[in-house]
Structure formats: C-alpha cells, structure tokens
Nanobody
Framework: QVQLVESGGGLVQAGGSLRLSCAAS????????LGWFRQVPGKVREFVAI????????RYVDSVKGRFIISRDNAKNTVVLQMNSLKPDDTAVYFC???????????????WGQGTQVTVSS
C-alpha cells in the first residue's frame, strides 16, 4: 500500500521559516517525480514545486521562487520543502504528490499525502 505522509506544518509569523517533509512508503521514490502543491478552501490545488527523480531538475511557481527550496533523499524515500521568508499568502494546506513524469498538473499525479496545514500570521 502506497503512503505519502507529510509533516512539519504549523503556525509561523511572516518572515519566518518552516521545513515540510514527506515520507513515502510502499513505493520506490526514485522511480517517481515528486511535487508539492497547496490548497486553500474554495480554490483549486496549486502547484508549488517539483523535483525530478534524480533531484537534478527542479521547478517552482513564480510566487515562491527564491524563497522555497525542494530537495529529496532517495535513500530515505523523502522529499523536503524548505520554506523561507514566509508570507500570509503562503497559508494553505500543503500536499506532496508522486507522478511518473515531470508534470505540474495535479490531475496527473498518482499518489497524494493527506496534507499538512501551514498558517502564516501577519
């Protein structure tokens, strides 16, 4: 059974940092592209960052470029999203997902975690 489990969310003041982790089980993460998405109530799930199988290629939504860093450790089957200089607009539930190809469309993702809440206060 495939499971993706996110952790690391919480409440932080604007300008602060959080480190989200996603642990994968039931699959070999090196066979998958991994991505982070976020969602607020009433809105569609938004792409945030993606990393290739080997970790040598990444992509970010423009609003987080220069502030967020995605990385992965295939030996530990984990993907991390380091979030710096957080803004209130970053408030959302953050999800990690796994997909076979390097795409940012959420509908293409095969597996999802349950999400972790990130709240940034002003």
């Amino acid at each position: 059974q495939v499971q993706l489990v996110e952790s690391g969310g919480g409440l932080v003041q604007a300008g602060g940092s959080l480190r989200l982790s996603c642990a994968a089980s039931g699959l070999t993460s090196s066979n998958y592209v991994l991505g982070w998405f976020r969602q607020v109530p009433g809105k569609v799930r938004e792409f945030v960052a993606i990393i290739s199988r080997s970790g040598d290629s990444t992509r970010y939504v423009d609003s987080v470029k220069g502030r967020f860093i995605i990385s992965r450790d295939n030996a530990k089957n984990t993907v991390v999203l380091q979030m710096n200089s957080l803004k209130p607009d970053d408030t959302a539930v953050y999800f990690c997902g796994a997909v076979a190809i390097f795409v940012v469309e959420s509908s293409k993702y095969e597996y999802w975690g349950q999400g972790t809440q990130v709240t940034v206060s002003s």
